[in-house]
């Protein structure tokens, strides 16, 4: 236990404490506490403005915190601290931080001028500055596991939702992340193409990936989630075990949230 | 299957276009009647334009033409992508040189521009610092004032349009860049501007051509690009029409060239973002050969 050092196991993957988030005059987050384990698998739901895809963006950076604490695998987003004094990190280190957590978007995001095969490839090159030939291999392998070692070569543009959404996750393991953020992945799927990304998500939890998950889908919640964590108007109100929360719901706003929903 | 009868395909009488048939009529003998002029006219003095066509003069002079066309797009086109990724620089300063450069650039004639170039040795005799001088006559040769003036004011044209190239990139692919690692600057140049490049090459398609009818401007330095050799020749002979004619059938030449070299680069750059690329016009022709010729199967559409 001792010779290794702090930051590994006896640091939660993710630690907020009272995070606080404004866009101009509206706020989003008004004190979001949480912790999320390594190797556990948080699904937060709520309804669309309950702020729950901005916390997700301030875990990598993507948006910054206006106040409150966030670490990440035991540091800080976006800043640094020596002593009692907090310093703005660097662009680069702000990159460097970033490339460690994979994240998926509800869009997918692929890069329309590259091919399946040239999108997975691309961050480990040119980020990470692997060999070619390394990250290609690595890069078939992620493919085949995603069912998509046929496509590797096809545009996004001649992919399905699912297969992009598929894409867009070996894209995001190709950099072999501690950490991965799903925000909304199934939200802009046809119905029959859900099914296909969910059972990727499923493996990889099941593998031991550290995720927070955004979604609607609350059969993914239910079987593959060690937690499932219920946010409304920037605060989380309501986390437990699926079973408890889907089950016994305490709180009102989360009883009619599933009503509606299930 | 489907019962035998519905399936046969329709024979039906097609509509008359009446209307299409008078238009085309009309433009047709007009047409006619244009070429009769062009080729009865003895003053086009068409033999002249064959005798002057290839000569040595005017040849000079077009080669001179596209070396300006060349290096002055080359100029605008590096020094735009530069200051368009300076006009969306967060720091304000640095948008703000961009920006004052395009306001001069775009807000003054051409011509002026070229002209000033051409007089600048008046302005500045010496160029350099201390020991390091240069005599600016030897500098800035009249070739080299028109470089300068059609390759800056390319530039703020340029600039525009890369602009309006990488505000076109949807965001979520810097916010995937930025998400996976990559920096500003890396994601600019492998992410953004290759995606911009589908909006930004028909307009610059046009630029060049463009491009290359500006540089007859310089004809009033007297740099003796294609306008001004011919100009020299009718200046002693007099020939002015065939001459001119010279000179414009060389630039439709050239133009046409670009036009078609636009479209593959086009083609190009449009990989990825249509699910299958649009036949070339050769293809096309191809196509519409096969589907005329006897026993010709016509393809799927």
Not at chain 1, 40 to 57: A, H, I, P, Q
Not at chain 2, 100 to 115: E, S
Not at chain 2, 148 to 165: D, F, K, P, Q, S
Not at chain 2, 258 to 263: F, M, V
């Given at each position: 236990?001792?010779?290794?050092?702090?930051?590994q196991?006896?640091?939660?993957?993710?630690?907020?404490?009272?995070v606080?988030?404004?866009?101009?005059?509206?706020?989003?987050l008004?004190?979001?506490?949480?912790?999320?384990?390594?190797?556990?698998?948080?699904?937060?739901?709520?309804v669309?403005?309950s702020?729950k895809?901005?916390?997700?963006?301030?875990?990598?950076?993507?948006?910054?915190i206006d106040?409150g604490?966030?670490w990440?695998?035991?540091?800080?987003?976006?800043?640094?601290?020596?002593g009692?004094?907090?310093?703005?990190?660097?662009?680069?280190?702000?990159?460097?931080?970033?490339?460690?957590?994979?994240?998926?978007?509800?869009?997918?995001?692929?890069?329309?001028?590259?091919?399946?095969?040239g999108n997975?490839?691309?961050?480990?090159?040119?980020?990470r500055?692997?060999?070619?030939?390394?990250?290609?291999?690595?890069?078939?392998?992620?493919?085949?596991r995603?069912g998509?070692?046929?496509?590797?070569?096809s545009?996004p543009?001649?992919?399905?939702g699912?297969?992009?959404?598929?894409?867009?996750?070996?894209?995001?393991?190709a950099?072999?992340?501690?950490l991965?953020?799903?925000?909304?992945?199934?939200s802009?799927?046809?119905?029959?193409?859900?099914?296909?990304?969910?059972?990727?998500?499923?493996?990889?939890?099941q593998?031991?990936?550290?995720?927070v998950?955004?979604?609607?889908?609350?059969?993914?919640?239910?079987?593959a989630?060690?937690r499932?964590?219920?946010?409304d108007?920037?605060?989380?109100?309501?986390?437990?075990?699926?079973?408890?929360?889907?089950?016994?719901?305490?709180?009102?706003r989360?009883?009619?949230f599933?009503?509606?929903?299930? | 299957?489907?019962p035998?009868?519905?399936?046969?395909?329709?024979?039906a009488?097609?509509v008359?276009?009446?209307g299409?048939?008078?238009?085309?009529?009309?433009?047709?003998?007009?047409?006619?009647?244009?070429?009769?002029?062009i080729?009865t006219?003895?003053?086009?003095?068409?033999?002249?334009?064959?005798?002057?066509?290839f000569?040595m003069r005017?040849?000079?002079?077009?080669?001179l033409?596209?070396?300006?066309?060349?290096?002055?797009?080359?100029?605008?086109?590096?020094?735009?992508?530069?200051?368009?990724?300076?006009?969306?620089?967060?720091?304000?300063?640095?948008?703000?040189?961009?920006?004052?450069?395009i306001?001069?650039?775009r807000?003054?004639?051409?011509?002026?521009?070229?002209?000033f170039?051409f007089n600048?040795?008046?302005?500045?005799?010496?160029?350099?610092?201390?020991?390091?001088?240069?005599?600016?006559?030897?500098?800035?040769?009249p070739?080299?004032?028109?470089?300068?003036?059609?390759?800056?004011?390319?530039?703020?044209?340029?600039?525009?349009?890369?602009r309006?190239?990488?505000?076109?990139?949807?965001?979520?692919?810097?916010?995937?860049?930025s998400?996976?690692?990559?920096?500003?600057?890396?994601?600019?140049?492998?992410?953004?501007?290759?995606?911009?490049m589908r909006?930004i090459?028909?307009?610059?398609?046009?630029?060049?051509?463009?491009m290359?009818?500006?540089?007859s401007?310089?004809?009033?330095i007297a740099?003796?690009?294609?306008l001004?050799?011919?100009?020299?020749?009718?200046?002693?002979?007099?020939?002015?029409?065939?001459?001119?004619?010279?000179?414009?059938?060389?630039?439709?030449m050239v133009t046409?060239?670009?036009?078609?070299?636009?479209?593959?680069i086009?083609?190009?750059?449009?990989?990825?973002?249509?699910?299958?690329?649009?036949?070339?016009?050769?293809?096309?022709?191809?196509?519409?050969?096969?589907?005329?010729?006897?026993?010709?199967?016509?393809?799927h559409e």
């Amino acid at each position: 236990m001792n010779d290794r050092p702090a930051t590994q196991e006896s640091t939660p993957m993710v630690k907020a404490e009272a995070v606080h988030k404004r866009f101009g005059h509206l706020k989003v987050l008004k004190g979001v506490s949480l912790e999320v384990q390594r190797g556990e698998v948080v699904c937060l739901l709520g309804v669309s403005g309950s702020g729950k895809s901005t916390f997700l963006r301030c875990i990598n950076h993507l948006e910054k915190i206006d106040a409150g604490r966030l670490w990440v695998d035991g540091n800080m987003v976006g800043y640094k601290q020596a002593g009692d004094r907090i310093y703005e990190l660097r662009d680069h280190e702000v990159c460097a931080r970033r490339a460690e957590i994979g994240m998926v978007f509800q869009r997918f995001n692929l890069f329309g001028h590259m091919t399946a095969l040239g999108n997975v490839i691309e961050a480990p090159i040119h980020v990470r500055k692997i060999p070619r030939e390394q990250a290609l291999d690595t890069a078939h392998e992620l493919l085949k596991r995603v069912g998509l070692a046929e496509r590797m070569h096809s545009y996004p543009s001649q992919l399905s939702g699912g297969q992009q959404q598929r894409v867009a996750i070996a894209r995001a393991l190709a950099m072999q992340p501690k950490l991965m953020l799903f925000d909304e992945p199934t939200s802009a799927l046809d119905p029959e193409l859900v099914g296909e990304v969910l059972e990727v998500m499923q493996s990889l939890a099941q593998e031991g990936m550290t995720m927070v998950v955004v979604t609607h889908e609350m059969g993914f919640a239910r079987e593959a989630a060690d937690r499932v964590v219920m946010m409304d108007n920037g605060k989380i109100i309501e986390e437990g075990t699926p079973a408890a929360f889907f089950n016994h719901p305490r709180e009102e706003r989360t009883q009619q949230f599933l009503s509606k929903i299930l | 299957m489907t019962p035998e009868a519905s399936s046969k395909p329709i024979k039906a009488i097609p509509v008359r276009h009446t209307g299409r048939w008078i238009a085309g009529t009309l433009v047709l003998l007009l047409s006619l009647a244009v070429l009769y002029s062009i080729t009865t006219n003895p003053r086009f003095e068409w033999s002249i334009v064959g005798q002057y066509f290839f000569s040595m003069r005017v040849v000079h002079g077009l080669v001179l033409t596209l070396e300006l066309t060349v290096i002055s797009m080359a100029i605008g086109i590096v020094l735009g992508v530069v200051l368009a990724v300076m006009r969306l620089s967060p720091n304000p300063l640095v948008a703000g040189a961009a920006w004052f450069y395009i306001w001069f650039f775009r807000g003054t004639p051409i011509l002026v521009q070229i002209i000033f170039w051409f007089n600048f040795t008046a302005l500045y005799p010496v160029i350099g610092y201390g020991s390091w001088t240069l005599n600016a006559n030897a500098l800035i040769t009249p070739f080299v004032a028109a470089i300068l003036a059609l390759g800056l004011n390319e530039a703020a044209y340029m600039t525009e349009i890369v602009r309006a190239g990488i505000l076109s990139v949807d965001e979520g692919m810097t916010e995937a860049a930025s998400a996976l690692g990559m920096s500003r600057l890396l994601t600019m140049r492998r992410i953004v501007l290759p995606q911009a490049m589908r909006v930004i090459i028909p307009p610059t398609g046009n630029e060049t051509i463009s491009m290359l009818k500006t540089t007859s401007l310089v004809s009033v330095i007297a740099v003796t690009e294609l306008l001004y050799s011919v100009q020299l020749i009718y200046s002693v002979n007099y020939r002015t029409i065939p001459l001119l004619l010279v000179a414009c059938i060389w630039y439709l030449m050239v133009t046409t060239l670009l036009s078609i070299g636009q479209y593959y680069i086009e083609r190009h750059f449009g990989r990825g973002a249509s699910r299958s690329l649009p036949a070339t016009p050769l293809q096309k022709v191809r196509r519409f050969l096969v589907r005329f010729s006897p026993g010709g199967v016509p393809s799927h559409e």
